[in-house]
């Protein structure tokens, strides 16, 4: 009897560090996969400015949804319009689907103006080529919290903000889309992908993108306001 337990014991044990690696492949899949998602969108983006004067196209703060920048894309973005404007790990994307939204925003910083306490626009936004000093450091688009509503209004962040608190960033974008297992309280496992302008795509781990915020980085102001300041 003893045999047979310690057997059970160790063919369960087996089984778990199986369905562990299982798991952890799928996860790593669906990861590669939505990092091509966001190339081929990067793509898409710049194809658009090139063929508008360098302007890539507004998000929903500026124009109707059926004109902002995911809807804009679809000629570019081709047969599979679909199936790359939504994350393969996203939980609501089918419900994105239906709305006709995605599962990635764009970084405000670039694409939305900077707003005073009285209404007044303290900024213009910078969604122009030739306004972005750095493209390859700069910041694009992210994947979206699953917080957020699933309407297609959502489709950009409100990054100014990010400075205050951890909890600020997860309100717009989901650090840990990436991971296996339920997410932990303060989202810091696990990873996401990172678009940035020139159209590379970066995969960070929560942890790592948590401790910058807390140190004072706002990773999604662009590297020259940055350093103005």
Not at 167 to 181: A, C, F, N, W
Request: charged share 25%; aromatic share 8%.
């Amino acid at each position: 009897m003893v045999e047979v337990l310690v057997a059970v014991a160790i063919i369960a044990a087996l089984a778990a560090l199986g369905m562990g690696a299982v798991f952890s492949g799928i996860a790593r899949a669906k990861q590669v996969h939505c990092a091509s998602n966001m190339r081929q969108i990067g793509v898409a983006l710049t194809a658009h400015a090139v063929n508008n004067n360098g302007f890539f196209p507004e998000t929903t703060h500026t124009v109707a949804v059926n004109k902002a920048w995911i809807a804009a894309l679809e000629d570019e973005m081709g047969p599979h319009y679909d199936e790359l404007r939504l994350c393969p790990a996203d939980p609501y994307r089918e419900e994105r689907r239906e709305r006709g939204g995605t599962s990635y925003i764009l970084n405000s910083f670039i694409f939305v103006p900077e707003i005073g306490p009285f209404g007044e626009e303290l900024s213009s936004p910078c969604n122009n080529m030739q306004c972005i000093d750095e493209p390859a450091r700069t910041l694009m688009a992210f994947i979206v919290s699953e917080d957020q509503t699933v309407e297609a209004t959502m489709d950009h962040t409100h990054s100014r903000g990010w400075t205050r608190s951890w909890e600020s960033v997860l309100r717009d974008i989901q650090p840990d889309r990436h991971r296996t297992g339920r997410p932990d309280s303060d989202h810091s496992k696990g990873s996401a992908n990172y678009l940035f302008i020139d159209g590379h795509v970066e995969t960070w781990k929560a942890s790592d993108a948590k401790q910058r915020i807390e140190s004072g980085e706002n990773f999604a102001e662009p590297p020259s306001l940055r350093e103005d300041t």
